[in-house]
C-alpha cells in the first residue's frame, strides 16, 4: 500500500511540476494554477488524495470557504452547537484549542478520513474540486463568503491569493447552492455578523439539531454565539493570532485606496454580473 501512495505521491509532483507556476507574494512555496484555480503545492497534494481517498457519509457536514472569509468563526459556531449536549461553554475543547484544530482541513488532515470521526469537516477547495462522494452522497455543505474588498485586505494581511480567483471560488459554490437547494446553506460573512444569533438558529436546523424552546429559553443560542465571538475567541491563550486579525465588517476602507476599491468593484460588478449574487 505504502509504494501505491509513494507512486502517487511522485506522479502528483510530476503533474504539479508542469503546471503555470505563480509567485506567492514573497512566500517559499509557489502557487501553481490548475483548472482555473491557484493553490499552493502542498494544498493541492491535499486535494488530490482528498479526491482519490476521501468517502463522504450522508451524515457529514462539510463546511466549505476560500480563506479569509470567515472560515474559523463557522467552525466554531458549527462545532459548538453539534457538540451542545456533551460541551458548555466552560468544558468546550475551543477553550483550548483552535477552530482548526476541533474541525479540521479536508485536505490537509487526511487522519480524519476514518470513520469515527464526528460529521464535521471543513475545505477550502473550489467546487469542481470537492471529491465526487461529498456530490453524490446527499451529505450537507455550508458555504461562507465575504465582501471580496474585506476578503482581499484579511488576504492581503497574510498570503497571497491562495485558491483564487476569489470570485470563481464563490461564484461556483453559489451555482451549486441554487442547483441543489436542499444540500446546501449558502452563508455571507456580513449577514451574519448582523445579526449572529438568527444565523446561528438557521445553522442549527440545517444541520439537524434544532435548539428545542427550553434550550432557547435558556439562551442557549445567544451563549455559544458570545463564546464563538471575535471578542471572546482571539483572547483566549491559544496560538491563534494569525486566524484573529480584526474581524470587522468594512474594514477594507482602512487599507484600500478609493482607484483599487473601485477596481475591485468593478472586477465584482463583472463576474457576478447576472448570478443573483452581490455584496
Ligand atoms: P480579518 O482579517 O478581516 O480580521 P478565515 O477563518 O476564513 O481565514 O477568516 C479569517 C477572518 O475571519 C479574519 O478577518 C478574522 O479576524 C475573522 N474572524 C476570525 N474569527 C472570527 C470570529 N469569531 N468572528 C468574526 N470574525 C472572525
Not at 506522479?11 to 502557487?31: A, F, Q, T, V, Y
Not at 474588498?149 to 451549486?176: E, N, Q
Not at 464563538?228 to 475567541?233: A, G, L, R, V
Not at 465588517?249 to 460588478?269: A, H, R, Y
Request: aromatic content about 12%; some cysteine.
Amino acid at each position: 500500500e505504502q509504494d501505491i501512495e509513494d507512486e502517487f505521491q511522485k506522479s502528483l509532483k510530476e503533474m504539479i511540476s508542469s503546471l503555470l507556476k505563480g509567485n506567492n507574494w514573497g512566500l517559499p512555496d509557489h502557487l501553481y494554477h490548475y483548472q482555473g484555480f491557484w493553490l499552493t503545492p502542498t494544498f493541492l497534494q491535499g486535494v488530490m488524495l482528498a479526491q482519490q481517498q476521501f468517502e463522504a457519509q450522508p451524515t457529514d457536514i462539510i463546511l466549505c470557504s476560500a480563506p479569509r472569509t470567515g472560515t474559523a468563526w463557522l467552525k466554531s459556531l458549527t462545532f459548538a452547537t453539534i457538540t451542545r449536549t456533551s460541551y458548555d461553554d466552560s468544558t468546550t475543547p475551543l477553550l483550548f484549542k483552535t477552530p482548526h484544530d476541533v474541525v479540521p482541513f479536508m485536505e490537509l488532515d487526511h487522519a480524519h478520513f476514518s470513520a469515527n470521526r464526528h460529521p464535521l469537516l471543513a475545505t477550502h477547495a473550489p467546487y469542481s474540486f470537492l471529491p465526487t462522494s461529498i456530490i453524490d452522497s446527499g451529505c450537507k455543505i455550508i458555504y461562507i463568503c465575504r465582501d471580496p474588498k474585506d476578503t482581499f485586505v484579511s488576504m492581503y494581511h497574510i498570503c497571497a491569493s491562495w485558491y483564487g480567483p476569489y470570485w470563481d471560488h464563490v461564484l461556483r459554490y453559489w451555482k451549486a447552492s441554487l442547483e441543489h437547494p436542499n444540500k446546501f446553506m449558502f452563508l455571507k460573512y456580513e449577514k451574519m455578523n448582523e445579526d449572529t444569533v438568527l444565523y446561528l438558529k438557521k445553522l442549527a436546523e440545517f444541520m439537524g439539531c434544532p435548539f428545542s424552546s427550553e434550550e432557547a429559553q435558556k439562551r442557549m443560542p445567544e451563549k455559544i454565539v458570545k463564546m464563538c465571538s471575535f471578542k471572546n475567541i482571539s483572547n483566549l491563550e491559544i496560538e491563534n493570532k494569525i486566524y484573529f486579525r480584526k474581524g470587522k465588517v468594512g474594514d477594507w476602507k482602512n487599507d484600500l485606496t478609493p482607484e483599487m476599491s473601485t477596481q475591485l468593484d468593478q472586477i465584482t460588478q463583472q463576474k457576478l454580473s447576472g448570478s443573483g449574487l452581490s455584496f
